[in-house]
């Protein structure tokens, strides 16, 4: 069965580093989403991408994250200078499209600032 | 803006018995989809099912039903005869119609299964 894969599956990196977190949606997925859950808090949408734009994004995602999708398979999150409150579970979504379809998701990047 | 809330943060439930997680959500909107995702230890994210804001039928999938009241804005998930293989965090989602299909998250439930 087709799914979402992201990698890795665990990150630490020092604050004020870069990082990418990868994922590989389910290939003729079209809409592909980002969304966080901080340890013990809400799992947080933070941005959603369709036709090689952002179609929408939340007040997290400002200006220290970027998406990619650079080759038509993967689809990149880029933090460009992490913070401590950055440390979250990351995951990737894909669906292929329509409200009501299903959206699939990875099994996350959990990311740890130090 | 919309919120979704689960107000039980860890249910227990013995093998075969019923169990029945809580949601309420806030929305001024009228045409919006409701969803129960189950997450698994370790395991990524699988829809559970899914209800449209405009069927007054409460949708079914097996051992999984809801019950859906709009005008409480309430969605709860019932799981019958429960499995070992239910035991996971539960999150009951909204997302509205021509919303970019985002999603909004409750806070999830841990459920236990006890043999």
């Known amino acids: 069965e087709p799914e979402v894969t992201q990698t890795p599956s665990h990150q630490v990196t020092q604050m004020g580093q870069e990082v990418i977190l990868h994922c590989v949606p389910i290939?003729?997925?079209?809409?592909f989403y980002w969304y966080r859950q901080i340890l013990g808090q809400k799992v947080e949408f933070l941005v959603s991408?369709?036709?090689?734009?952002?179609?929408?994004k939340s007040e997290i995602f400002d200006d220290q994250f970027s998406v990619e999708r650079p080759d038509g398979s993967n689809f990149t999150l880029k933090i460009r200078s992490t913070k401590l409150e950055d440390s979250a579970m990351y995951f990737c979504?894909?669906?292929?499209?329509?409200?009501?379809?299903?959206?699939?998701f990875g099994q996350g990047t959990r990311l740890t600032v130090v | 803006a919309q919120t979704v809330t689960q107000s039980q943060p860890e249910m227990s439930v013995q093998e075969a018995e019923t169990v029945t997680l809580s949601c309420t959500y806030d929305?001024?909107?009228?045409?919006?989809?409701l969803f129960w995702y189950k997450q698994p230890p370790s395991r990524q994210m699988i829809l559970v099912i899914r209800?449209?804001?405009?069927?007054?039928q409460n949708a079914t999938e097996n051992r999984f039903s809801v019950n859906f009241q709009k005008a409480a804005k309430s969605f709860s998930l019932k799981i019958s005869d429960s499995q070992l293989g239910d035991a996971a965090m539960y999150f009951c989602?909204?997302?509205?119609?021509?919303?970019?299909?985002?999603?909004?998250f409750g806070g999830g439930t841990r459920l236990m299964v006890k043999p």
């Open positions: 979504a894909s669906m292929y499209g329509g409200v009501n379809t299903e959206a699939f």
């Open positions: 290939s003729n997925h079209l809409y």
């Open positions: 991408f369709y036709n090689n734009e952002i179609s929408e």
């Open positions: 929305t001024s909107e009228s045409d919006y989809y």
């Open positions: 209800q449209e804001a405009y069927k007054q």
């Open positions: 989602a909204y997302t509205q119609r021509n919303a970019g299909n985002m999603l909004t």
